[in-house]
């Protein structure tokens, strides 16, 4: 009977290696003692819940990327929410600043939170997969905070500061919170991986460079109603919802073995936050995604820019509009990555964040020098922004690596933590640099020193944040290690 235990655990472990599905069938004259049963029984339940490789990467990653269009759309239509508050429903500027600055500080608790929540889930669904129906919750709050009913000024703020917080902190940050744990359970394949972010984020891209452009002319067909806003938002909202739930409805995640569920249940938080700090390589691409984040929300210095330097506001859509090309870099990113490695693909884009600020520091207001500079700015941004998922599942995998446990939520509860972080630093940089300066907007002519900072915000910061992305990456030296972390694992190599 031991003999027979061992033959089949030998042959467990050479068909899960390859890949292949295993059917056994046990003759009615064998007896096997519970114990054996049990143990083989248990490695035939891991095999048959292993995922398999995608066949088609291509309609993967198609499927994949409607979640993310959902998410991104909500997320850039959101960023209307100070000019609806203000110019629609006429609350305090200063008042909206706050409410959402108050929801900003909530939203990066909730991110360690949603972590130890996705790491104690357990459902026939899997642990990612359920919540990515938050998107129905995210556009449905979303239609009710563009349709204000009327009311005093005290009942408007707490309308939306709840709208706000139940739209950014909760939902979106559960359906972002999970979302790299849903693509580690879809598929193990690590280069498939890399092909569907890429794929999704060039598709995501275009649709979202695409909403971006209609958006203005949304907004003036609005005309600060707020029966036309709520129209507007529910007839973009209703479609969205649909979209992203393709990706719920048609990729299915891996779900836990008994073993895996039992051990993810005995996982205190205490042990979780330990594991969690042993892993070095997930705060350096913390680091890493905050800069990156507070690069990309210095972007809004192209209007100040364009306005106070170049002396035509009009040309900044001309030079952004360079930002058409992304879906195209984006689709060779996989080949790329596979020849210089994921680690490699982004420091040559912070290589291209420096190089931005030369040649926009020799361009000045020449136009063709500016496209190029922006060119290269959105080429430092790209690497780390598509590819995000594939260094978490490393980190996630190292974790494993390292303990034996899964804390696959909290592990990714970091990045998502960071690159809130980023965006609140970036709007309270360029609120205090300028300040400092005297900006003062009401003036046709702005001082040196307001001229300044916005040459320093605009054409400076970015390249220094790209040499300090630089230098931290050179710790960064888990790739190299992945191939035996996989195979120590259990999982294929790339």
Same mark, same amino acid.
Request: charged content about 15%.
């Given at each position: 009977?031991?003999?027979?235990?061992?033959?089949?655990?030998?042959?467990?472990?050479?068909?899960?290696?390859?890949?292949?599905?295993?059917?056994?069938?046990? +003759?009615?004259?064998?007896s096997?003692?519970?114990?054996?049963?049990?143990?083989?029984?248990?490695?035939l339940?891991? !095999?048959?819940?292993?995922?398999?490789?995608?066949?088609?990467? %291509?309609?993967?990653?198609?499927?994949?990327?409607?979640?993310?269009?959902s998410?991104?759309?909500?997320?850039v239509?959101? #960023?209307?929410?100070?000019?609806?508050?203000?110019?629609?429903?006429?609350?305090?500027?200063?008042?909206?600043?706050?409410?959402?600055?108050?929801?900003?500080?909530?939203?990066?608790?909730?991110?360690?939170?949603?972590?130890?929540?996705?790491?104690?889930?357990?459902?026939?669904?899997?642990?990612?997969?359920?919540? +990515?129906?938050?998107?129905?919750?995210?556009?449905?709050?979303?239609i009710?905070?563009?349709?204000?009913?009327?009311?005093?000024q005290?009942?408007?703020?707490?309308y939306?500061?709840?709208?706000?917080?139940?739209?950014?902190? @909760?939902?979106?940050?559960?359906?972002?919170?999970?979302?790299?744990?849903?693509?580690?359970?879809?598929?193990?394949?690590a280069?498939?991986?890399?092909?569907?972010?890429?794929?999704?984020?060039?598709?995501?891209?275009?649709?979202?460079?695409?909403?971006?452009?209609?958006?203005p002319?949304?907004?003036?067909?609005?005309?600060? =109603?707020?029966?036309?806003?709520s129209?507007?938002?529910?007839?973009?909202?209703?479609?969205?919802?649909? !979209?992203?739930?393709?990706?719920?409805?048609?990729?299915?995640?891996?779900?836990?073995?008994?073993?895996?569920?039992?051990?993810?249940?005995?996982?205190?938080?205490?042990?979780? @936050?330990?594991?969690?700090?042993?892993?070095?390589?997930?705060?350096?691409?913390?680091?890493v995604?905050?800069?990156?984040?507070?690069?990309?929300?210095?972007?809004?210095?192209?209007?100040?820019?364009?306005?106070?330097? @170049?002396?035509?506001?009009?040309?900044?859509?001309?030079?952004?509009?360079?930002?058409?090309?992304?879906?195209?870099?984006?689709?060779?990113?996989?080949?790329?990555?596979?020849?210089?490695?994921? =680690?490699?693909?982004?420091?040559?884009?912070?290589?291209?964040?420096?190089?931005?600020?030369?040649?926009?520091?020799?361009?000045? #207001?020449?136009?063709? &020098?500016?496209?190029?500079?922006?060119?290269?700015?959105? $080429?430092?941004?790209?690497p780390?922004?598509?590819?995000?998922?594939?260094?978490?599942?490393?980190?996630?995998?190292?974790?494993?690596?390292?303990?034996?446990?899964?804390?696959?939520?909290?592990?990714?509860?970091? =990045?998502?933590?960071?690159?809130?972080?980023?965006?609140?630093?970036?709007?309270?940089?360029?609120?205090? @640099?300028? %300040?400092?300066?005297?900006?003062?907007?009401?003036?046709?002519?702005?001082?040196?020193?307001? &001229?300044?900072?916005?040459?320093?915000?605009?054409?400076?910061?970015?390249?220094? $944040?790209?040499?300090?992305?630089?230098?931290?990456?050179?710790?960064?030296?888990?790739?190299?290690?992945?191939?035996?972390?996989?195979?120590?694992?259990?999982e294929?190599?790339?």
């Amino acid at each position: 009977m031991k003999s027979f235990g061992k033959t089949l655990r030998q042959n467990c472990e050479q068909i899960r290696k390859n890949g292949a599905v295993l059917f056994v069938t046990f +003759n009615a004259g064998i007896s096997i003692s519970a114990n054996t049963y049990y143990e083989e029984e248990h490695i035939l339940e891991e !095999i048959h819940s292993t995922p398999a490789k995608p066949r088609k990467v %291509g309609g993967f990653a198609l499927k994949w990327s409607t979640g993310a269009i959902s998410i991104t759309s909500a997320a850039v239509y959101l #960023t209307y929410i100070q000019y609806f508050c203000t110019n629609v429903v006429k609350m305090d500027t200063v008042l909206v600043g706050i409410l959402i600055m108050a929801s900003k500080i909530f939203d990066g608790i909730t991110d360690v939170l949603v972590g130890f929540i996705v790491d104690k889930t357990h459902s026939k669904l899997g642990k990612g997969r359920p919540y +990515n129906l938050s998107i129905v919750a995210v556009w449905g709050f979303m239609i009710a905070l563009f349709s204000m009913p009327d009311m005093s000024q005290t009942w408007k703020a707490v309308y939306v500061v709840t709208g706000f917080t139940l739209i950014t902190s @909760v939902f979106s940050t559960l359906f972002l919170g999970s979302e790299s744990v849903y693509l580690r359970r879809s598929t193990d394949d690590a280069q498939a991986r890399t092909k569907i972010l890429a794929i999704s984020g060039a598709v995501g891209s275009l649709f979202i460079i695409s909403l971006s452009i209609a958006l203005p002319i949304l907004v003036g067909l609005a005309q600060d =109603t707020v029966r036309g806003w709520s129209i507007i938002t529910t007839c973009l909202g209703i479609p969205l919802i649909a !979209i992203g739930l393709i990706r719920f409805f048609t990729i299915k995640e891996k779900p836990d073995t008994v073993e895996e569920e039992k051990i993810a249940r005995d996982t205190t938080v205490r042990e979780s @936050v330990s594991m969690l700090f042993r892993n070095k390589y997930i705060f350096l691409i913390g680091v890493v995604l905050l800069i990156n984040s507070l690069s990309n929300n210095l972007t809004v210095m192209n209007t100040y820019y364009f306005k106070d330097i @170049v002396g035509n506001i009009n040309l900044a859509s001309a030079v952004s509009a360079v930002a058409l090309l992304s879906p195209l870099v984006v689709a060779f990113f996989p080949g790329l990555s596979k020849r210089l490695g994921t =680690t490699g693909l982004v420091r040559i884009g912070m290589m291209c964040g420096v190089l931005s600020t030369v040649v926009r520091l020799i361009g000045k #207001t020449n136009i063709p &020098l500016l496209i190029v500079g922006n060119l290269l700015f959105t $080429l430092s941004l790209l690497p780390m922004q598509a590819l995000l998922n594939v260094f978490v599942i490393d980190c996630m995998q190292y974790t494993q690596y390292q303990s034996g446990k899964r804390i696959d939520g909290v592990v990714a509860s970091v =990045t998502n933590f960071c690159g809130k972080i980023g965006i609140a630093l970036a709007s309270g940089i360029i609120g205090v @640099v300028m %300040g400092k300066a005297g900006y003062d907007g009401s003036l046709a002519q702005q001082s040196a020193s307001a &001229l300044n900072s916005i040459i320093f915000l605009y054409a400076i910061l970015p390249g220094v $944040l790209s040499l300090l992305s630089l230098l931290i990456l050179h710790f960064y030296k888990l790739e190299k290690q992945m191939p035996k972390i996989r195979e120590a694992i259990g999982e294929p190599p790339q």
